[in-house]
């Protein structure tokens, strides 16, 4: 790719180092005042216990995994201009993963107690899964980065694990008691979607060859309708002949304007651009940009509205605090602030 | 021996003393509620009339937080309460979101002053010891007081006896012959969790 060896020698590589490297800073100093002041300084509370920082870490999760999956596709499809990319796609996927991690030490209340969840695990929770997954996904993802795909099942099973930690993630709302929102098993399958997008959307945005531009293009097309779908087919469901608790959940969902943000701006904009806006370097950043905007609103705002508890009855409360964005912001900046050092530092070892 | 409560919604007056000796016994930061009353409004005038629903633990016989609760830092005793561990728990906050009642608490900040600027009471100082920032705790019957053969210090408070603490495991209890008597039933049965908490309506 074009992408990896240009990245080694563009002149803007240096300012966009310096550029990541200060938003990092920003998400050091707000991470710091948080733990510093405590956790009281968060928009969090009694209702909504899981906010921003969550819905970074699905989105972030959701994109390393499919890019891991992309990549394996480019292989075992052997589609032009993915495969060729496989190094740089792969360390975008490990730097993504790494900054999910970061996320979540971020968000839990004692991370100097993370070890707990090796020494003490508690393996029939999904969050555990979730965790196990996401390590064998990095390993997986970092041999396949290390060894080409020599080995035919390389491919296969890193995509497989990369989908299984999307399908966690999903998991761990839809089997959640407390949910009534979530409680539906199409979570894991529209997270995985997400994620697909994410992951087709950012590469859309990397500006990779004409024929991967072209393939891109076309999974989005046929990605961001599944997506309607699904929230088609379930919104109707429980609307229609769901549980009353989950009908309440469910309208307050409808009645939240960042919904409704999510399916303009991840969904509406970005198919029309691929339809009418022309194969331009520019609709493509755009389209990129707003389809992984558009999936971070929508982990959002599912997220946040699925909290609602039915003895409340009333609109969630909760809204994301400067220390909060500023670590969101930081987080995503890492990501690719290594990336773009993972460019740079790590050798090529292609097959 | 699995501890138990019946609440006997047509008693409720919601006063909130119980809300208060909770707070009060286990000295609850600001904020923070391991009992709350719920204030539901139905109907119309004329005929609107309020309900009162106390919610707690409900010490399920399947929890669902200790199920997700990565580290095991919830766990359910043998006696029937759902105990939280505080020195275990990473504050990932995942079994607030999995329990289906709503109970269970954050402590962001364990340490607030209820008199912002006047600092910490000495009750204040001694109670909060027994708090952890970053961890959720929840109500645990008031085991403290179980040790000591009293009851929960809701159930104590309660000005209209609304509250039937005890053993659902001993036939002769009062609880027993309550339920026996009564049928009371649980929130969300559906959760099947099988909660310990059980509701007259």
């Known amino acids: ?351 | 021996m699995r501890y138990g409560m019946v609440i006997n919604i047509q008693r409720c007056i919601g006063c909130d003393a119980c809300t208060v000796a909770c707070k009060s016994h286990n000295g609850t930061s600001p904020g923070i509620f391991w009992r709350k009353v719920v204030k539901l409004e139905s109907g119309t005038y004329p005929a609107a009339r309020y309900q009162f629903i106390p919610l707690l633990c409900n010490q399920c016989d399947d929890p669902a937080c200790a199920n997700v609760c990565p580290v095991k830092a919830t766990v359910k005793l043998a006696n029937g309460i759902v105990h939280v561990d505080l020195d275990k728990c990473i504050g990932c906050r995942y079994c607030m979101i999995a329990c289906p009642y709503d109970v269970r608490q954050f402590e962001a900040n364990p340490e607030a002053e209820y008199f912002p600027g006047k600092g910490l009471s000495p009750w204040e100082e001694i109670m909060y010891t027994k708090h952890q920032a970053g961890t959720v705790d929840k109500c645990n019957f008031c085991e403290d007081r179980l040790a000591q053969g009293l009851d929960p210090a809701c159930v104590v408070t309660c000005p209209v006896e609304a509250m039937t603490f005890g053993d659902m495991d001993d036939p002769n209890s009062e609880i027993s012959k309550l339920i026996a008597a009564r049928n009371p039933q649980p929130l969300k049965p559906e959760a099947g969790t099988n909660p310990a908490v059980l509701y007259i309506s």
């Open chain 1, 1 to 351: 790719m074009t992408t990896a060896t240009k990245a080694r020698t563009s002149p803007v590589m240096l300012p966009g180092l310096i550029g990541l490297a200060a938003l990092v800073v920003l998400g050091i100093i707000a991470w710091g005042y948080q733990l510093s002041q405590g956790m009281s300084v968060l928009g969090i509370g009694q209702a909504v216990v899981w906010g921003v920082y969550i819905a970074a870490f699905f989105t972030l999760a959701g994109l390393a995994s499919g890019l891991v999956i992309i990549a394996a596709l480019g292989d075992l499809l052997d589609i032009t201009g993915i495969k060729e990319n496989r190094r740089a796609i792969l360390i975008g996927a490990l730097a993504t993963y790494v900054a999910s991690g970061i996320m979540i030490l971020m968000d839990i209340g004692r991370p100097l107690r993370v070890l707990n969840m090796v020494i003490s695990s508690n393996m029939i929770s999904p969050f555990m899964w979730d965790f196990l997954a996401l390590a064998l996904s990095v390993i997986l993802a970092a041999i396949y980065l290390f060894s080409g795909s020599r080995n035919r099942w390389l491919p296969v099973l890193a995509g497989f694990v990369a989908a299984l930690v999307i399908i966690m993630e999903g998991w761990i709302l839809s089997m959640s008691a407390g949910g009534v929102l979530w409680r539906t098993g199409i979570m894991p399958a529209l997270f995985l979607i997400e994620g697909l997008m994410a992951g087709a959307a950012v590469l859309l945005i990397a500006k990779p060859e004409h024929a991967a531009t072209d393939w891109l293009r076309k999974a989005l097309m046929i990605l961001i309708p599944i997506v309607v779908l699904l929230n088609v087919f379930e919104i109707a469901t429980v609307l229609y002949n769901g549980d009353p608790d989950a009908q309440v959940a469910t309208r307050l969902y409808l009645k939240d304007w960042i919904f409704w943000a999510s399916v303009v701006l991840g969904i509406v904009v970005p198919i029309a651009l691929l339809l009418w806006g022309g194969k331009t370097r520019t609709t493509h950043i755009i389209t990129g940009i707003l389809v992984v905007l558009g999936v971070f609103l929508a982990k959002y705002v599912i997220l946040v509205a699925g909290q609602a508890q039915p003895y409340m009855l009333a609109p969630v409360d909760y809204t994301p605090t400067l220390p909060e964005i500023g670590g969101v912001i930081g987080i995503s900046a890492l990501a690719g602030l290594l990336f773009l050092l993972g460019l740079r530092l790590i050798p090529s070892k292609e097959s």
